[in-house]
């Protein structure tokens, strides 16, 4: 078991980072360059043994995901790069243990692979996008440091009227669940 200060939120935006209640908390930035620079930045400066990556997402309307359902991510799937897979990974699966951690603790959320993009609605193909999620976990993979990304669903990406968004449901989503996941992932690491 890891005590709490060894266990890193990472989140893109203050409104989705849970105040740090023993735990070290960074906000990345929104999108995968800022979000990969920070988290690599934040794995030096607290080498944590776990990173929990936070926020919010879009959900395909086919999906049946609704705001402002909680879905943990069993992949990170980077699906803005071009190159193919032999010259850079395009995936990056969560720790297996953090994985079962989220999943005992957050029994309502879905798992669904969450789709990378740079652009809001980026046409990822998968059933959840976000914007940082692959950076974080591929920067976690390089440091050898366990991960995991859970997201609150706050849109769906079809709904182009960003006023029909639930962006303060699933802040406050998103916030709620950390404490309990973060002290669900601290048991399970060493």
């Known amino acids: 078991m890891a005590s709490l200060d060894r266990i890193l939120v990472v989140a893109p935006t203050a409104r989705e980072l849970a105040p740090a209640a023993g735990w070290a908390a960074v906000c990345c930035g929104v999108g995968p360059v800022d979000a990969a620079a920070a988290a690599a930045a934040a794995i030096l400066a607290h080498a944590p043994a776990a990173i929990i990556h936070v926020g919010i997402a879009g959900a395909r309307a086919a999906s049946g995901i609704t705001p402002v359902r909680l879905v943990i991510g069993d992949a990170a799937h980077y699906c803005d790069l071009g190159a193919p897979e032999q010259f850079a990974p395009h995936v990056v699966a969560p720790s297996a243990d953090l994985l079962v951690a989220a999943r005992r603790t957050l029994r309502e959320a ?3 692979t969450i789709g990378t993009s740079g652009r809001v609605g980026g046409g990822t193909g998968c059933d959840v996008e976000a914007m940082e999620g692959f950076a974080v976990l591929r920067a976690a ?3 050898g440091i366990p991960a ?26 998103i916030v709620a669940a950390t404490p309990g996941l973060v002290a669900e992932v601290a048991a399970c690491v060493r």
Do not use: P, Y
């Open 110 to 112: 879905t798992v669904r």
């Open 141 to 143: 993979q390089l440091g």
């Open 148 to 173: 995991i990304e859970v997201r609150a669903v706050a849109n769906l990406v079809e709904e182009r009227d960003r006023s029909r968004w639930r962006f303060d449901e699933a802040f406050a989503a």
